[in-house]
T-cell receptor, first 115, second 111 residues
């Protein structure tokens, strides 16, 4: 059974810093890995999706990497802003013999960017 | 595209009542997923369908929970009878080729 762990659980940094959020997963048989953002009381916003054959994806100030063999992914946020404050969730789309299964989520990293 | 549509957005009910959550996936998507989010357990997969057929319901917590997908454009998640510990946000998602797209969620409160 796939398990996803995110470190740290919470992070508070001053505005302008570059930061790294970590995600690890136990089963390397994955279709893809997604990073989501969730604001308090809101739904999920997909930030980046990395296919299993890819090493990284970039969108603006965000860069996500994937090392499938070691079961790790990182989300790099450059020049952080107060508007980046949210919970960031890592989710792995695994597959079994019958095809792709649903997403397995980590517990998230609660990020606060201090103005 | 309207995205994944869920209704109701908020539901407050008393313990013992039947609750039905509804989801309309994105047109053309052939996989549909139901997730539950709680503070204690985070986001968990409850059940998913491929081409309207339930594939894996191992995440459904108890027999009180049931899900149906009578056609490609509609799914329901039913809880009968509801209990206070069912209080959570329930998300529906659909997937086409690769990415899952999430609905806004239904916040369920059982008193």
């Amino acid at each position: 059974k796939q398990e996803v762990t995110q470190i740290p659980a919470a992070l508070s940094v001053p505005e302008g810093e570059n930061l790294v959020l970590n995600c690890s997963f136990t089963d390397s048989a994955i279709y893809n890995l997604q990073w989501f953002r969730q604001d308090p009381g809101k739904g999920l916003t997909s930030l980046l999706l990395i296919q299993s054959s890819q090493r990284e994806q970039t969108s603006g100030r965000l860069n996500a990497s994937l090392d499938k063999s070691s079961g790790r992914s990182t989300l790099y946020i450059a020049a952080s802003q107060p508007g980046d404050s949210a919970t960031y969730l890592c989710a792995v789309d695994s597959y079994s013999g019958g095809g792709a299964d649903g997403l397995t989520f980590g517990k998230g990293t609660h990020l606060i960017i201090q103005p | 595209d309207a995205g994944v549509i869920q209704s109701p957005r908020h539901e407050v009910t008393e313990m013992g009542q039947e609750v039905t959550l509804r989801c309309k996936p994105i047109s053309g998507h052939n996989s549909l997923f139901w997730y539950r989010q709680t503070m204690m357990r985070g986001l968990e997969l409850l059940i998913y369908f491929n081409n309207n057929v339930p594939i894996d319901d191992s995440g459904m917590p108890e027999d009180r929970f049931s899900a149906k997908m009578p056609n490609a454009s509609f799914s329901t998640l039913k809880i009968q009878p509801s209990e206070p510990r069912d209080s959570a946000v329930y998300f529906c998602a659909s997937r086409g080729l690769t990415r899952q797209y999430f609905g806004p969620g239904t916040r369920l409160t059982v008193t």
